[in-house]
């Protein structure tokens, strides 16, 4: 019981560059090692610690990745978590954060910290938004005060923060949308990339990350992948997916940009997203992740496991004595029973939502681990096929008492 | 940053047994082995493990200290944890705690525990509830089912859940009452109390314990502890206080008590208290705490420290950089700053419950390690004005510049 959880404190030296490395800025690199198909293995050095990918970013909207304690977020495998612009500006504001030594200090998360641009917050939580060709106008949700985003205060805010890797300002739209309103604010999107990238400037073991748009519209994805590809990012994210379209959509689009994006730098698949969205993903040669499931999935009595997702409200847990997963690398999801995690659930026990949250964070981790691995292996294909087989029958061999 | 955690996972062995000792059973076994005028520092071995004396018990309500994991309740210093009868009993069961192994396996926790009877909280949280000789009727505040609960009910329910130490079934009026109302109840008690012991009958290495009751009356506080002291109980406790009524009632009816407690037992002072109330009630000589002050204040934003209490939701906090404590041994009272935890606790952040939640407990047990080490050097009544001052003047030195 409880053994002493390793830590990993100092940032790992750096990998020897290999073939497929460009040197982005005195210490910021990002190095591929391995193959498979269009997926790959690699690594981004940082002065804060290396990122192994594919990465999964937990989420950590408003200085903190909801009810788990960094040092257990670092135990549970992460190389770097997501701040939230828009949640940050907002309170407790970007240059109060600044003059408390920076995000990493303030939040105790001494490791890679990306952040978002607030452009997807602004549009999905503000009230009274107004958008331009200059940004966006809007009203908090916390207390209605008006604020403005630009591209070049997102990224003077990203710069007070201190993130290590920084996220152009874009307007993302909702699918369906029309090809027309697609158009429109992909090249909003390219123009506040290039006032993004210029505001930026050079900043030494940094990173700038341009966001690929265009809705569902194949033409437009690819002249945006095009576009940013041309200017000076230091890695690339596909945005506007995983906003509601089905799951094919979002691997068609996945599919018709990646040829068009650098081979050097790394592809972000931003939001996404369920086990299943990522596996496919990375096959299609994407490198970092961050979504809310696993957070948020933990705080409302869903555990994501080898045998799919649990639903721990149901009854048929009130009195399984048998643990998540005994296979588990996580202790909460070997140490602790079924009918013990149904009962902090059905009573709303913090414990609960800090327990499911580790042991999802924990999957997730596992899940890129094992990614890696199977690509390092060139064993991809197979893998992936055994994680579906678990997620589809785990549940139900189970209680056919397999 | 973040060292891993020492947690001593077996039972200590129990120390030799000196003059104090006696053998109450095969395994439980209380040993005074220091006095400091009235105060004792001593060792009660179980076979669960030891709890060293004066011992504070984090309350652990629905089978979980709440935000708070079970190792980190263990790293904190606890060597015992209390538990609801009335709360488990209801939800989720005591047979089904006992069907899954007993309290210790549901949560957990395979140190001590201590079960409370269910009386008080019959008293305090049930809907439509009818006393009579024989027990109390009562519907659930959870669902309005009806229950009853009598001396032998929750024996029976302390014996399934697998209780170390197993209180008596009471009545507690709450403060201020008539003396007829103080006396009928306290009468009531004590037969409760032959009901409960006989109920418990011999389980080797638990015990039980009696409750002394008697409102403010002195003859009726006296009366309750001569009557149980003459039963075959392991250990007395006094109920009934920390109910409403001024310290300094408190005080006196724990001076009141304290010459009619037999010696050689045992001494639990409960639902007590405020760190003032703790050190106060340690000088006359009581062995055990429990209280959910520590647990709850760190859900709603405040911390106890040695400068006091502090409300970490003053807008004074917002941008201070200093942590709670940098001298406490608890890390999240020195890693995390008064500006995050402000952040935290004003953002409704589960986080900020669980660090606040783990520094109160901390600040507890180094209290109590504080008071045993004292009473072990014969300077109780200098670290209790030590403490006193810290308190009073902690923070207001702090804001000075001290």
Redesign the interface.
Known sequence: ??P????V?SPRRPRQRGAGTQRLSASFVFNTHARDGAARAGEISTPRGNIRTPAFMPVGT???V??????DV?ALGADIVLGNTYHLML??GAE?VA???GLHT???W?FPILTDSGGFQVMSLSKLRKLDENGVTFQSHIDGSRHVLTPERSMQIQDLLGADIQMQFDECVRMPCSPAEAERAMRLSLRWAERSRKAFGSQPGRAAFGIVQGADVPALRIESAKALADMDFHGLAIGGLAVGEPQATMLAMIDVVQPHLPEDKPRYLMGVGAPDDIVESVARGVDMFDCVMPTRAG?HGLAYTRFGRVNLRNARH??D?APLDPESPWPAAR???R??LH??V??G???G???LTSINLAYYQELMAGLRAAIEAGGLRDFIAHAKEGWARGEAARRGGA
């Not at 002493?4 to 830590?7: G, R």
């Not at 909801?66 to 040092?71: D, E, G, Q, S």
């Open positions: 019981m409880f002493p959880v390793k830590i404190l408003a200085a903190t909801k009810a788990t304690h960094p040092r670092r309170r407790p109060r003059a408390l030594g303030f939040m105790n001494p705080r009130a009195g004595p140490d602790f029973s009918a013990y009962h902090l059905k009573s026990e913090i414990l939502m800090m327990l």
